[in-house]
């Protein structure tokens, strides 16, 4: 069966002189949680945007369902993403909106359902994450770890066949993350969804996640189960997991020997 999701040897610039992500292959396969994992800068939320339409790969080809999403005409390109759900990193709720306003907004935008039926909607979904209480609140009322489990019931809002989180463990003290962390897993199981999560969160998504791709300067360095990436012996997978100050991804940005210029005018440190 062909992956839900699929970035075949995709490369990505925003010019010729700035390449992002350079031959990246990778396969979500439907109703499969998948972490996409890496250093700051090196990609992974580029791979968000081209799944969602936002970038179009300059060579290779993104896959959603089986169809080229760079391909896809406008009309096209906006059913395709109302099919998906996004959690943005620190949630991004609307601050002048109630918590059910939150939810419902998308809904509105979307459907024609009448009042009602949206109203019992978004108590569903509120009900999910655990925050039904929450309904006639002002964001700046939450709790960090709340207003990430509202974004989420909001990310749900229409059911999408895909949800795409960014960063969804930014800022969360310890309980609120396990809790967002595992309710993205039941939710996924629960509506049959499929998810792709970027984090640097290594501990957290060794928990939850079915699959897990490992982004180093554009490219796959590295890839398993979560069983396999806690006993792997690749050394970046090592320093990831591990924390460690220096290996693959090391801690001095080059430079010239120290020694070497010492007493140098700035202008001649190269």
Known sequence: MAPFVELADVTFGYNASRTILSGITLAVPRGKLVAVMGGSGCGKTTVLRLICGQHKPSLGEVRVGGRSVAAMNREELQAHRRRLGMLFQFGALFTDMTVFDNIAFPMREHTALPEPVIHDMVLMKLNAVGLRGTAELKPSELSGGMARRVALARSIALDPELVLYDEPFAGLDPISLSVVGQLIR?????????????????????????????????????????????????????????????????FHYPAPPLAAQFGAPVGARH
Request: proline share 5%; net charge negative.
């Open 186 to 250: 039941k939710l996924n199981d629960a509506l049959g969804m499929t998810s792709i999560l970027v984090t640097h969160d290594i501990q957290e998504s060794l928990k939850i996640v079915d699959y897990i791709y490992f982004i180093s300067e554009g490219r796959v360095v590295a890839e398993g189960t979560p069983e396999a990436i806690r006993a792997s012996s690749d050394p970046f997978v090592r320093q990831f997991v591990d924390g460690e100050i220096d290996g693959p991804v090391r």
